[in-house]
C-alpha cells in the first residue's frame, strides 16, 4: 500500500530517535522563513521516494515550498515528517496551508499530496488532497470523501488523533468538518514499531503525480525536552547506559537550564557536546564504544570549569550558559525558538580505555 511504503521510509530515516518527552508546545514551520523544514527544526526529516524518473523536487519560491512529482513518475516523492511525541499529550494534530497547482488526473484513488498524523501504534489519520475533493483516510481506508476545490486559492487543513482515542477529525479553513470518525480495522499495530507519535506532510506515493504549494506547517508535538537516541546506547563499564536529563527550564530569559548525567562509571570526566542538528543514523567515533547522534556544527564544552567528573554514584550536572553556548566557529547567544541538541561525552575503561556517549536530549528554547 502506498501509505505503508510512506512509512516504511519514515521508519528508515528516524532510526536515532527513540524518544520521551518533556512540556508540550505548538511549533509552526513557515516557508517565508527562507529554510526547509529539516533545515528549521532539528526532528524534522526529509523523505524521498525516488523511482526511474528520479525528478521529484523540492524549491522554495516567493514564500512558497513548491513539491513537484508531476512527471510520468508519481511514485517519486518528496515529504517530511516529524517524530517525537507521548501518548499522554491532549491530542495528535497537523496543520497545514496548501494549494494544488498541478495534478496529472489519473484515474483511482489517488491524490496529489497529503497530511498525516499518527499516534503510537496505530495505524493514524490522514487527508489526501486533489484538485476537487480531499478524502479522510484511515490507513488505507477512506473514511469520508468532501468536495474542495484545492486548486483556486490555498486551504488550511487540520488533521486531528482526538485524545486518548483513534477517533479522528477533520477541520478545513478554521471549521471542524468532520468529529470523531471511528477508525477501521488497527492492522497496524502488530509488529509494526513505525507506528509512533509522528505528523507528516508532502506528496502522496500513489498514481497522480501534480504540483503543489505549502506556506506554512503547524503541529503540536513538538516538546520542549525531547529525549532521543535511546535504541543506539552502548552500556558502558559500570554495567549501566548514560542518560542525560533536564532540570531547570527552557526559557532563554531565565538561562537556568541543567542537563544532568546518570548511569557513568564512577569518578570518570565528561565533557557535553551540542548541535543545532541531529544524525537520522547515529555514529560510533573511532576508538570509542558510544553512538554519536549529533550532526553538522558540533560544539564542545571544554572551557574552564566545563569539563566534569562524575561522583561515585556516576552522576554530574552540566549547568548552561546560554548566552554562551560553544561552535566550532565561536560562542553564540542562544535565542527564543532556537532548538538544540546535546549529548555527554565521557571517559570509560570498558576493558580499555575508550569513550561513551550518553542518550541525546533537544530543547526547544522559548
Known amino acids: 500500500m502506498p501509505y505503508i511504503r510512506f512509512l516504511s521510509a519514515l ?14 508546545v505548538v511549533s509552526t514551520w513557515h516557508a ?12 524534522w526529516r526529509r523523505s524521498a521516494s525516488l523511482g526511474a524518473c528520479d525528478d521529484a523536487t523540492a524549491t522554495l519560491s516567493s514564500g512558497k515550498l513548491v513539491l513537484d512529482n508531476s512527471s510520468a513518475c508519481a511514485e517519486d516523492t518528496v515529504s517530511y515528517s516529524y517524530g517525537a511525541g507521548t501518548d499522554d499529550q491532549p ?16 484515474a483511482g484513488s489517488g491524490a496529489v499530496c497529503l497530511l498525516g498524523v499518527s499516534r503510537s501504534q496505530t495505524c ?34 487540520r488533521v486531528v488523533q482526538e485524545s486518548g482515542t483513534d477517533l479522528g477529525a477533520l477541520w478545513i ?14 492492522s497496524c499495530a502488530t509488529g509494526a514499531t ?48 548514560g542518560q542525560l536529563t533536564p532540570a531547570g527550564s527552557s526559557h532563554v530569559a531565565a538561562n537556568d537550564l541543567v542537563l544532568r548525567a546518570t548511569g557513568l562509571p564512577p569518578l570518570t570526566f565528561g565533557m557535553l557536546v551540542g548541535s543545532e542538528s541531529v544524525r537520522e543514523v547515529s ?42 553556548i560553544p561552535t566550532p566557529t565561536g560562542l553564540y547567544a542562544v535565542q527564543p525558538g532556537d532548538t538544540w541538541a546535546f549529548q ?23
Open 283 to 324: 555514529v560510533v567515533p573511532p576508538g570509542g564504544q558510544g553512538h554519536l547522534c549529533l550532526s553538522g556544527a558540533i560544539g564542545r564544552f571544554n572551557g574552564p570549569g566545563q569539563i566534569v567528573q562524575s561522583s561515585a554514584a556516576g552522576a554530574l550536572d552540566m549547568a548552561l550558559d546560554l548566552t554562551q
Open 194 to 241: 513505525i507506528w509512533r507519535h509522528a505528523v507528516w506532510f508532502g506528496n502522496f506515493d500513489a498514481t497522480e503525480g501534480g504540483i503543489t504549494e505549502w506556506t506554512r506547517v503547524t503541529h503540536n508535538i513538538g516538546h520542549r525536552f525531547t529525549l532521543f537516541c535511546t535504541d543506539s546506547m552502548t552500556q558502558n563499564s559500570a554495567g549501566s547506559f
Open 344 to 366: 555527554l561525552w565521557y571517559r570509560d575503561n570498558n576493558p580499555n580505555p575508550t569513550s561513551n556517549f550518553t542518550r541525546a536530549i533537544a530543547v526547544r528554547f522559548d
Open 124 to 157: 493514524g489519520w490522514q487527508v489526501l488532497i486533489d484538485v476537487d475533493e480531499v478524502r479522510f483516510v484511515w490507513r488505507d481506508l477512506v473514511m469520508a470523501t468532501l468536495a474542495v476545490d484545492t486548486t483556486a486559492t490555498s486551504h488550511t487543513y
Open 173 to 186: 479553513d478554521g471549521q471542524p468538518v468532520l468529529s470523531s470518525v471511528p477508525p477501521g480495522p488497527n
Open 91 to 106: 491530542a495528535f494534530w497537523i496543520e497545514g496551508e496548501c494549494r494544488v497547482v498541478q495534478s496529472s488526473q489519473s
Open 32 to 43: 517565508s522563513s527562507g529554510s526547509l523544514p529539516n533545515e528549521s527544526a532539528t526532528l
Open 11 to 24: 521508519a528508515g530515516a528516524a532510526l536515532c530517535l527513540s524518544t520521551s518527552t518533556f512540556g508540550q
